[in-house]
């Protein structure tokens, strides 16, 4: 019992980690797409295809002779379209408002997650755990504060990246139980990058400057680039491992630790500095995360209990 639970814990340690390293990507998104006027239907175009390169490289390198093979060939490339999607909607929503705002909307995301795990996973989720998951909400709205202008339709992009986000999560959990995750992450990049190309011959053709292809002309834009492909292929390595390692409605709450590092990113690249009240809402986020993480804990530590008096 205690080998079957223990697990959990380290899910939810590995998605801590991997949502430190996910907002890297999106504000170097939006340096690109503000600084460079990259497009960003580009940006996350390089943001597949480098993660594609990666995540073949790391195949060649430690597979031992397990090779490309996959179980899910269609289920993982669909997985990359899905996250594809998401991230064009969630960088061009970053172009124009602001980092904090736009994961105001996104962080839907861990409550639609939730819902999805109970009806497509069969995962039970029972009250206290649905009440961290809301309290990391409010939390994050603490945080972010949304003015009316964040609700106007560009907030449509943000909350249509949460749903696809949402789903491509719950595939990580069903695909990801008998799969190694730099497997999962090479075809979802070939996936997304498959995707990013259709959407930039969509752009080109209807003439829409957002979705098109265009490459800087300096040496730093892309060396940013190929880092967000890094940053993007490093995260999303560990989102996939930490639901391998434990179901999607535990790990829900552990995502709002995003919201933390973004605002602390805003801060350093960004100059936007957290007033009393956001850094209320973040301890409030970090609050929910360790409710969870202590009682999933408990629960290790009665079972193993529950184990040894028998």
Known sequence: MQNRLQPHVRGMITMICAMLIVPLMDATGKWLAMEENIPPGTISFMRFFVQGILSFAAIIIFSRGFGLKTQHLWGNLFRGCLLALGSLCFFTAVKYMPLADALA?????????????????????GWRRLSAVLVGLLGTVIVIQPSWSVFGWLSVLP????????????????????????????????????????????????????????????????????????????????????????????????????????????????????????????????????????????????????????
């Open 159 to 310: 909350a249509i990246s949460a749903f696809l986000f949402a789903v491509y999560l719950v595939l990580n959990r069903k695909f990801g139980l008998n799969e190694r995750p730099v497997v999962m992450q090479f075809y979802a990049g070939i996936g997304g990058s498959i995707m990013g190309i259709a959407v930039m011959i969509f752009g080109h053709t209807a003439a829409i400057p957002d979705l098109q292809f265009a490459l800087p002309h300096t040496l730093f834009p892309w060396f940013m680039l190929l880092m967000i492909g890094v940053f993007a292929a490093s995260g999303h390595l560990l989102v996939v491992r930490a639901f391998q390692l434990a179901p999607a409605s535990i790990l829900a709450p552990f995502q709002y630790v995003e919201i933390v590092m973004a605002v602390t990113v805003g801060l350093l690249f960004f100059g936007d500095f957290p007033s009393l009240s956001k850094w209320f809402g973040i301890a409030i986020i970090i609050g929910s995360g360790i409710y969870v993480f202590i009682r999933e804990r408990k629960r290790s530590a009665e079972a193993e209990k529950a184990v040894l008096s028998v």
């Open 105 to 125: 909307v996104f962080f839907v995301e861990p409550l639609i997650l939730t819902v999805l795990s109970m009806i497509f996973l069969n995962e039970k989720v």
